[in-house]
């Protein structure tokens, strides 16, 4: 993250540098960035961005067709931003890409729990940029991150597209030999320095044919949460540190966490997960209840009603 | 390229500047001015009176009614403009991150149209 781009006139010559720091500028909304790096960072047609995004045809036209609008009116430049502007401008831009791979990895609406096709081209286009620019280690962290997260795609819904958690899945169903990538990447890297090196780092514990080490899950996490100070990342924190031997501890670390994520079924969902460990049934079933009234995809629904079957709560 | 930056801000905070705040910020914008006859940027600017002398015209057919106010009752009011030149939208950006006031919007100027008669 310390070498500044390779001395050239334009900053970082590369014309298609350009077009995706453009299509990243953060004057555009984030819905436009991310079907203009579709559109001319993996150089997809409209018909299939559109269909990654859920949308008509005619809708992702008009997004784009506005976006270019846009960037013609507002004098938006097809230019690499200077050295100093570089970490925050690459910043947006891995977001972008990290969106994109996470709505893939955890569809948020619709009947599929995830869509590997959309995961598969944030995936390229991290490869793309760590092309483009081969000094930054952020892009590598990234890079490791999706592709760790990716190769347990298989593993990750059972023959009847039923989620299947972390625990639970076959080992066999990984792509071992992209694990194998990922932990490559990822020794390239030096000490923890950004989030995605700290959530990358993350993956790899969870792709390990051993036994999960939660302790060291947990206190990546804590150190996530200090550099993020994410409610999703205090979510999984507590995950963690349930996993680690101390429910209790993880229950309290949700304090507060319902009123700051109103929308997400995983507060209530891990809730109930905890309240079933320390055997209380009434609160657990209060927050199964939750969880079900907020939670958006058919597959996440069949799960939390499993679970509560299980646990014989009705 | 032509811009506006239009300055947003709350009124009341500004009314209830003391005389010391005020010349502050006088000074401020007189750096940014000066900032841009620099660089060539200077088009125009000017400062707004409050929004609380606004007049609003509202045309319904041949009908034009005249009420007290401003067009839009919002906690952020315009409170003045700038208008400059720059090469593009990442040097508009740079300057205006140079103006001492909470909320900047950047606005392309459309270059003059011709109604061809």
Sequence with gaps: MTDPPREDPGGIADERLRLLFACCHPALSADARAALMLRFGAGLKTAEIARLFLVPEPTMFARLTRAKAKMAQAGIPLRAPSAAG???????????????????????????????????????????????????????ALLALMILQHARRDARFDG?????????????????????????????????????????????????????????????????????????????RAVAVAEAGSPEAALSLLDGLGKTLPASHLVPAVRAELLCRLDRREEAADAFDAALRLVRTDAERAHLLRRRDDEGIR | MEYALLIYGDEKAWESRDEAGIRENVARHERFMTLLAERDAMRGGKELAPSGSATTLR????????????FAETAEVLGGFYLIEAADLDAAIELARELPEGVVEIRPIVPPRKSGS
């Design chain 1, 86 to 140: 570089l970490p925050g401008r690459l910043g947006v831009m891995l977001k972008v890409v990290y969106l994109l791979f996470t709505e893939g990895y955890r569809a948020t609406s619709g009947p599929e729990l995830q869509r590997p096709q959309l995961a598969g081209e944030a995936i390229r286009l991290g490869y793309l940029l760590g092309e483009l620019l081969p000094e930054q280690d952020e892009i590598v």
């Design chain 2, 59 to 70: 045309r319904r057919g041949d009908d034009v009614s005249v009420t007290d106010g401003p």
């Design chain 1, 160 to 236: 009847e597209g039923r989620l299947v958690l972390l625990a639970d899945q076959e080992r066999g169903r990984w792509r071992h030999d992209e694990i194998e990538r990922g932990l490559g990447l990822l020794r390239r890297l030096g000490p923890p320095a950004g989030e995605y090196h700290l959530q990358a780092l993350i993956a790899a514990e969870h792709s390990s044919a051993g036994p999960t080490d939660w302790p060291r899950v947990a206190q990546l996490y804590a150190d996530l949460e200090r550099r993020t100070a994410s409610p999703v990342v205090r979510l999984n």
